[in-house]
């Protein structure tokens, strides 16, 4: 009777097991390339990689040059090139294809950079509350809070940082790549399907399309346009919501 209860039990696992497989295997895999926003890095992003990746779905979360683990190669000549090619180089490496590329705040400026490098790479792309910059345009050109940080040695000092907080957290941010323009001329680039989210509680929604420059950019590019329910860090504090953003496209 034990052995026999203990076949049943195998059995059931094997069917369970082949079960699950078949349906990851009907399931859209997806290749998700994430750019994180000012001052942070990819470990923030630990989370949703996490979700995404439990559902089959590949994820690169790159740290850009100066900031998380990368803090030992920070200097004031960092600018917003370098941080393009961090993520150009990435795609390129590891010969990426068919890609979701997802900008989070001034990470919209790299993959506007990025998109204009390498659209054939790129499937679907995200900005998650992020920055939408016209072509030639600098991150303060684009908005205007990005100028009124206090600075020091060509690096940035916005409000959030908390430098008694332990490893990992939020670092100084390189001028210089909040004043470089970005190019966004490529025809290719243009046609890229873009979907625009905004975190905003949903009764100060009107108030914010309004009054964003960068929804009001989307919006004329004729981009989706979604909003969430959230503080500006919805990876932080709503990622199960996020996820299910991100695989709806």
């Known amino acids: 009777m034990k052995r026999k209860l203990q076949c049943l039990v195998l059995l059931s696992f094997i069917a369970s097991s082949i079960y699950y497989g078949q349906t990851m295997m009907n399931k859209p895999q997806h290749t998700y390339v994430f750019v994180h926003g000012m001052t942070g890095g ?54 990426l294809e068919n890609i979701i590329l997802v900008g989070h705040s001034y990470g919209g400026m790299v993959i506007t950079g990025v ?9 679907q792309v995200f900005f998650l509350d992020a920055t939408v ?21 060509g690096m940035a000092y916005p409000p959030w940082l908390e430098s008694h907080q332990e490893i990992p957290r939020d670092l100084p941010h390189p001028i210089k790549t909040l004043t470089e323009k970005v190019a966004f001329d490529n025809q290719q680039a243009q046609r890229l399907p873009v979907t625009y989210v905004n975190f905003v509680a949903a009764h100060l929604a009107e108030t914010e399309k309004a009054n964003n420059l960068s929804w009001i950019r989307a919006e004329q590019r004729g981009w989706t346009i979604k909003t969430l329910d959230s503080d500006h860090n919805a990876h932080r504090s709503n990622p199960e919501a996020l996820k299910k953003l991100l695989i709806t496209f």
């Not at 900031?67 to 917003?80: K, N, V």
């Not at 998109?115 to 499937?123: A, T």
């Open 115 to 123: 998109m204009n490098s390498l659209p054939e790479k790129i499937q």
């Open 42 to 95: 990819g470990w923030d992003w630990q989370q949703v990689d996490n979700l995404l990746s439990a559902d089959g779905h590949r994820v690169y979360r790159p740290t850009l040059t100066g900031l998380g683990e990368r803090m030992h190669l920070s200097h004031p000549d960092i600018d917003l090139t370098t941080h393009i090619l961090d993520i150009v180089n990435l795609i390129r490496f590891e010969q």
């Open 133 to 153: 910059p016209e072509h030639n345009m600098s991150a303060t050109d684009a908005h205007e809070y990005y100028a009124q940080f206090n600075s020091k040695n």
